[in-house]
């Protein structure tokens, strides 16, 4: 924990390594500590990232949590009350599928990129996007080990509008549905995220 507390001092805008951080922090310190870092990335990522988008993804959620007095810890996510929320389930969004650019599918490990900067936001912007979308999952996951189940929805949610056809939100969408005691739900989850990655080993387990 110490080791990637000095690496991210050293490369402050290394995703990769505040991933990994993020993951030590809930085993050592817990998940809401974790949570302060997530929101750290968050607030990382639209410095680095916006001003170079021309078009708008999700719902305006990252710009709601940004200009909360609250932190992830306090905050509930889903009474900030996302008007312009499309409301879908995973397995309506897989319709989609033959819309959705492959350019702005997440990977099902951390982001690959060591940093972001405005040239690499340049010449792959729909990278950037999936970026986000990976944040939410992880707070995702994070509040659904604290059992907070309908925050953990809010940032599906988010991430589905950013990402809609992607195997780990919809594997996420599948812990989520689980749950909240929708085992049927939670298996049409898991089997949208074979029919985008056949080989997505975290989806087949849960099944």
């Known amino acids: 924990m110490v080791i990637a ?22 085993i050592t310190a817990g998940g809401n500590t974790a949570l302060l870092t997530c929101q750290t990335m968050l607030k990382l990522w639209k410095q680095t990232c916006q001003e170079e988008m021309e078009e708008v993804k999700g719902s305006g959620l990252l ?11 306090q905050v509930e996510l889903a009474s900030l009350g996302a008007k312009d929320r499309r409301s879908s389930s995973p397995t309506q969004s897989l319709m989609a599928l033959s819309t959705v650019s492959r350019g ?3 990977s099902d490990t951390p982001s690959g990129q060591l940093s972001v900067t405005q ?25 659904l080990q604290l059992e907070r189940h309908d925050d953990a929805t809010a940032c599906l949610e988010e991430a589905k509008l950013i990402a809609p056809i992607s ?7 599948g812990l989520v549905a689980e749950a909240q005691g929708n085992l049927i739900s939670a298996r049409n989850c898991y089997e949208s995220a074979l029919s985008i990655m056949p080989d997505h080993v975290d989806s087949l387990v849960q099944l």
């Open 63 to 73: 710009e709601r949590v940004i200009g909360e007095k609250k932190d992830l810890t």
């Open 119 to 143: 040239s690499t936001i340049r010449s792959n912007i729909g990278q950037a996007w999936a970026l986000q979308a990976e944040i939410w999952l992880l707070i995702a996951d994070l509040y």
């Open 167 to 173: 195997a780990p939100v919809f594997y996420q969408g």
């Open 104 to 106: 702005d599918a997440i």
């Open 5 to 26: 507390k000095m690496a991210t001092e050293e490369w402050p805008d290394n995703f990769r390594l505040l991933f990994t951080k993020v993951r030590l922090e809930e």
